[in-house]
């Protein structure tokens, strides 16, 4: 659906926004591609994660569809952050909300209509409809009709900023995910929030 009206897009993260899933990913990430460190596992989300592990950035290989195989089931039973249905629910009031996620579309569904969180979201682009985060701000800007200042990530990884603002995108950092404030300040965004509830306040104030 094309939209006549320029309407304002909220393009937020999953994994680390929505829910807490850094044990689950890096132990599954541990099994699957061997064991790393703490800090080296952050790392890889410093820059686009596909290009941190050198995989293809088309189709999905065998390690990446156990990844997710694995990831899946367990992910289901986590609990969404404390207090992001209702911020979530208020957004969407006000704005129009699509997930850009490096996991896949499927379990990203299925947790939220779990959740009661899938109506607030107009659209879930995941890695099967691209590894590029910069290419699915792209598709968003072609699917609302919107411009670069139009939109705004809210995301927990300096990696989602870098590849936000090549596509000419502002952000909001969120300190309960994968990335501390040091590391999320290195991506230069328009503010860094530390409780879900400062999430509306923050992202008025970048539109007003």
Known sequence: MKYAVRKK?????????IVDTFDLCMETSNKVWGHHSVDKYREWFEGNL??????????????????????????????????IIDVMGRLRERYIL???????????????????????????????????KVMKIKMVFDEYGVTPQDCLFITDTLGDMREAREAGVDA???????????????????????KPSE????VDRYFS
């Open 50 to 83: 596909y290009k941190s592990l050198n995989i293809d950035q088309d189709g999905f290989t065998d390690k990446e569809n156990i990844f997710f195989k694995l990831y899946a089931p367990r992910m289901l039973k986590l609990n969404p952050i404390e207090g």
């Open 98 to 132: 699509v997930i850009i996620s490096t996991s896949v579309n499927s379990p990203i569904e299925e947790y939220l209509a779990k959740h009661s969180m899938r109506s607030n979201f107009d659209k879930v682009f995941g890695a099967d409809i691209h590894k590029s």
């Open 9 to 17: 897009v909220l393009l937020i993260d999953f994994d680390g926004v």
């Open 172 to 194: 909001i950092g969120v300190t309960w995910g994968w990335h501390p404030r040091e590391t999320l300040e290195k991506g230069f965004p328009f503010t860094i929030v530390d």
């Open 199 to 202: 999430i509306m306040e923050a």
